[in-house]
């Protein structure tokens, strides 16, 4: 089991910015791919972001790709989110995830993950 500890979340303007971090402990960071998700309220979760496990690959909702990019650092056990532009339809709380032991490629489908953080609430105001 990893156990994920995000922070980062916060209240920013529309076109501003945001960097979540994901702090993992437990299993071996670098065996897992990790990905972002997100729920706002009265919404069902959905995919935001995603990296394999080695950092190589990424890939993007369509709704965030060239405002948000995913990243990690294997040796310091983080997972980030950088957000820019922000829009108010950003507004939810993001939640980290990792697959299970040596599942290195990404995914978009939140059953695939095995451990998930309590998440960071994000609020862009108009």
């Known amino acids: 089991q990893v156990q994920l500890v995000e922070s980062g979340g916060g209240l920013v303007q529309a076109g501003g910015s945001l960097r979540l971090s994901c702090a993992a402990s437990g299993r071996t960071f670098s065996n897992n791919a990790m990905a972002w998700f997100r729920q706002a309220p009265g919404k069902e979760r959905e995919f935001v972001a995603t990296?394999?496990?080695?950092?190589?690959?990424?890939d993007y909702a369509d709704s965030v790709k060239g405002r948000f990019t995913i990243s990690r650092d294997n040796a310091k056990n983080t997972v980030y989110l950088q957000m820019n532009s922000l829009k108010p339809e950003d507004t939810a709380v993001y939640y980290c995830?990792?697959?299970?032991?040596?599942?290195?490629?990404?995914?978009?489908?939140?059953?695939?993950?095995?451990?998930w953080g309590q998440g960071t609430q994000v609020t862009v105001s108009s």
């Open positions: 995830a990792a697959r299970g032991s040596g599942s290195g490629s990404g995914s978009s489908i939140p059953q695939r993950y095995v451990d």
């Open positions: 990296i394999t496990r080695s950092g190589l690959s990424t």
